[in-house]
């Protein structure tokens, strides 16, 4: 709504409404000072819900993963197969259907013995030994300050692009490089937290929400895990 400002010579015209009022505030800060304030803020959470895209090492992964100081769970999507991932402080579980694990590398004389050990893993938790490669790849997945860390970060001149909305949440958006360095819309409502990252370089997209909205995180029973041994099948 336009309003009519009054000066001392009289009606000088209409002035636009603050698009700020009744936010947080950050709206009003340099682009710099906006990303400080959602870093602290993401940091400060102690659980948040990930969702989205991320290109890696030339690979897509489709995420969708609840995070917490001490683990997270939920499910990766990696060329065409789909897992759960499960980690509890230091332990990491991999759970994923026959057909995942009948196309993890194998010796072709044991075809058999492959498909009868895929039968076996299907519907269970596999215990990720510490030292398998795999241990290294997924479990920054279910890492909320490794994964916080690696992606809040915009590339090149940071500068404001606006006020947006993120599913009904006003949102002030900040650049890196005019978006060729991503893109962040942080939350001008409650905590300035981050809801939507655009990576630099095409390398995904990813929404941020259930922001402190905590979930149960506890270790597969015994009789859902199966110790695979020291080290998983090469993916």
Partial sequence: MCALVVTGTGLTGCSSEDPDAGTNGVGKLSAAKIQSRTRTAAESAKTVRLSGTVV???????????????????????????????????????????????????KGDDAGSDAAAADKLEGMYVKVPTGDPAYKR???????????????????TLATDGHHEQNGTRTIRITGDKG????????????????RLVRAADAGTLSLTDWGKDFALAEPSKKETVDYGQQLPAS
Avoid: C, I
């Avoid at 991503?182 to 300035?192: F, Q, T």
């Fill in 56 to 106: 890696t090492n030339g690979r897509t992964y489709t995420l969708d993963m609840r995070l917490k100081g001490d683990g997270g769970s939920g499910s990766v999507t990696s060329q065409g197969a789909t897992f759960r991932l499960l980690r509890v402080g230091e332990h990491l579980f991999l759970k994923a259907d026959a057909e995942f694990w009948s196309h993890q590398d194998g």
């Fill in 138 to 156: 997924f479990s920054g997945f279910t890492d909320k300050n490794v994964l916080l860390d690696g992606l809040l970060t915009l590339h090149g």
């Fill in 180 to 195: 060729s360095g991503g893109s962040l819309d942080v939350s001008l409502e409650g905590e300035p937290y981050p809801l």
